[in-house]
Each structure stands twice: as C-alpha cells, then as structure tokens.
C-alpha cells in the first residue's frame, strides 16, 4: 500500500461544477499535510495547507480528518484555469521529516 | 514568500557527458532540500536529501555515484547527473524549506531543469 494515496482520475468536469479529491494517508503520525498544484511541465506550486479545523480560500475548501487519515479538496465553480493536477502531500512526523506524494489527480474543466 | 532558484530550466547533452543543475535558496537558509525526478505523466519521485556540509541521503534505487549532490552552503545545492544516457532524460526538480516565512514544512520548489540526454 502506498503511504498517500489519491483519487486516480482523470476528472473531467464542465466549467461552474464542483470537483472534490480525496487522499488518504498510512502514517498516523504524520505532522503536516498540503495540496500542491502542478500545471503540464512546470514544477509544484503550493495551493493550501491542510488543518484540522478546516480551512478555505476563495472557491478551495480544504479538510483534513486525523482519526480516518484523510484529506479533502473541494472546488467550487470550476475555472478552465483551474485544469491541473492537484498532488496531496503530507510531511513526515519530524519538522525535518521527508514529504511524501501521492501520485497526483489530473482535473480537466472544459467550456 | 520564499524563492528557490533552479538553473539550468533546460538542457540537452550527449551521451557520457555530465550535466550538473543548481538550486538556490534564494531569500532564506536551507540545512536542507530535495531533489525529484518526473517522468512524463508519472509522480514526482524523490531521488535525494541534499544536507549542508555532509553527505546526501539517497532514496532506494537511486545510484549516489551517477546522481551526485553537493551541498556546500545553506543556499546552494547542486546535483551532477554522471555519464548521462538517454534513459536520465527527465524533468529534475529540487525543493527547499522555509521553516520561518512561509511556514513549517511547506516546500517551495524550483521551477525545474528538463534533461535531455541525446
């Protein structure tokens, strides 16, 4: 099993649906968790940390469910710029810890 | 918020040469960075821990004698692809901690150096 896993994709969704990805993680004492996005050919940029209280950016809603070991990413009203694929990072249980990615999920909004 | 520089964004070879990228650091100090390897259309693989002023960790599977890494400051880490062949042709990219600005444990990336080894 792996230690992050997402959902596979691809997702496919008109412009204006809601979208939302899931990611679990193995490592229960893992100590911080990020949703990244990385664009075709470009390097990861961070999208949103993940907190246990929940939080949300605009139209990205972000949760994270420590007793189940799952993260969440809820899009609203989707954008064709928001056409990426969204990675699930989570950090290793030292601040110095290894961060380790799930294979990412491809979302593609069309018109 | 924190910046990681990586240079060169491209760079095509020929087999057996070597080929070495940089990744700077370059508004903050890191003890620390990561250097990845991707694939077209795979995940981002994690090849390497660079560590300042000691040896790098490398991750299982990945040759520390073709991959070299040199970390010699907190800002500069460096990663020398060894007698390339076409089979080293990716896209490599480094990352870096900034434990104070931008936040614990969130990584910043460089924007990454495609190897194409003819």
């Known amino acids: 099993r792996k230690e992050v896993e997402q959902d596979p994709g691809p997702f496919n969704v008109p412009e204006g649906a809601t979208v939302a990805f899931n990611c679990t993680y193995s490592?229960?004492?893992?100590?911080?968790f990020f949703w990244y996005r990385q664009d075709c050919r470009k390097e990861p940029k961070l999208l949103m940390s993940?907190?246990?209280s929940g939080n949300e950016d605009g139209r990205f809603t972000a949760q994270l469910n420590r007793a189940s070991q799952y993260i969440s990413l809820l899009i609203r009203d989707s954008k064709l710029s928001d056409s990426a694929t969204y990675l699930c990072?989570?950090?290793?249980?030292?601040?110095?810890?290894?961060?380790?990615f799930g294979d990412g999920t491809t979302l593609t909004v069309k018109p | 918020g924190a910046v990681v520089s990586q240079h060169p964004s491209r760079v095509i070879c020929k087999s057996g040469t070597s080929v070495k990228i940089e990744c700077r650091s370059l508004d903050f100090q890191a003890t620390t960075m990561f250097w990845y390897r991707q694939f077209p259309k795979q995940s981002l693989m994690l090849m390497a821990t660079?560590?300042?002023?000691?040896?790098?960790?490398?991750e299982q599977g990945v040759e520390k004698d073709k991959f070299l890494i040199n970390h010699a400051s907190l800002t500069l880490s460096t990663l020398t692809v060894t007698s390339a062949h076409p089979e080293d042709s990716s896209f490599y990219i480094c990352?870096?901690?900034?434990?104070?600005?931008?936040?614990?444990?969130?990584?910043?990336f460089g924007a990454g150096s495609r190897l194409t080894v003819l």
């Open positions: 993940v907190y246990s």
């Open positions: 990352s870096a901690r900034d434990g104070g600005r931008s936040g614990a444990n969130v990584l910043t």
């Open positions: 490592n229960s004492a893992s100590q911080s």
């Open positions: 660079s560590n300042e002023g000691s040896k790098a960790t490398y």
């Open positions: 990072v989570v950090n290793g249980d030292t601040n110095a810890g290894k961060s380790t």
